[in-house]
């Protein structure tokens, strides 16, 4: 996959193009970030078919908190998630609504947020785009668009300088190896 960036400088604004059966491409224009202007491409990989369903097909097959979360961007309360305090060693998560596999175990670490924190994802797992706040970065699934949570950027907690603050709900573990062919980068 060939990654085009280029450089606006008009007003917020997202727009959808399809690139291929396999990509679809948001330009992002003057997405705010905290206080930070980001600007450029965000391209969503599909690792396989996009996965669409409707709601009441999605109510049958998740939880209600994973349906508030996954479908309606939802917001579980700090703390109270299975994942929080949990750090295993090896394995990955997960998204709770197809697998699609999102984060490793090595990647996630302590916060202090109340949420899971990972520094890096697998680059065709997680997709991103600009919140209806038009402050934050929404982080999704990038197979089922499923809500996972927030990339918060420059705060300096790891190497990679990011934070994706993650719905436990959002997300499951795997205690087995991640399929081979998964690559991990930052996000942003």
């Known amino acids: 996959m060939q990654a085009i960036f280029s450089r606006v400088s008009q007003p917020a604004v997202i727009s959808r193009a399809k690139a291929s059966s396999q990509t679809s491409v948001f330009i992002r224009q003057r997405a705010v970030v905290g206080k930070s202007l980001r600007r450029g491409l965000v391209v969503r990989s599909n690792m396989g078919e996009k996965i669409q369903k409707s709601d009441a097909d999605w109510q049958k097959e998740l939880t209600q908190d994973q349906f508030y979360v996954l479908r309606k961007k939802g917001t579980e309360r700090p703390g109270t998630?299975?994942?929080?305090?949990?750090?295993?060693?090896?394995?990955?998560?997960?998204?709770a609504g197809c697998g699609n596999p999102l984060y490793s175990a090595e990647s996630k670490f302590k916060s202090g947020c109340g949420w899971p924190a990972f520094d890096k994802c697998y680059k065709s797992g997680v997709a991103t785009d600009a919140d209806a706040d038009g402050r934050r970065?929404?982080?999704?699934?990038?197979?089922?668009?499923?809500?996972?949570?927030?990339?918060?950027?420059?705060?300096?907690?790891?190497?990679?300088?990011?934070?994706?603050?993650?719905?436990?709900?959002?997300?499951?573990?795997?205690?087995?190896?991640?399929?081979?062919?998964?690559?991990e980068s930052k996000c942003t």
Do not use: M, W
């Not at 299975?82 to 998204?95: A, I, W």
């Not at 993650?166 to 062919?181: G, M, Q, T, Y």
């Open 81 to 95: 998630g299975e994942y929080d305090g949990y750090y295993p060693t090896k394995g990955y998560f997960s998204c």
């Open 137 to 183: 970065i929404e982080i999704l699934c990038a197979k089922c668009d499923g809500h996972l949570g927030h990339v918060f950027v420059g705060e300096q907690f790891t190497a990679t300088n990011e934070r994706h603050c993650v719905n436990s709900v959002s997300v499951k573990f795997v205690d087995a190896d991640p399929p081979a062919d998964l690559v």
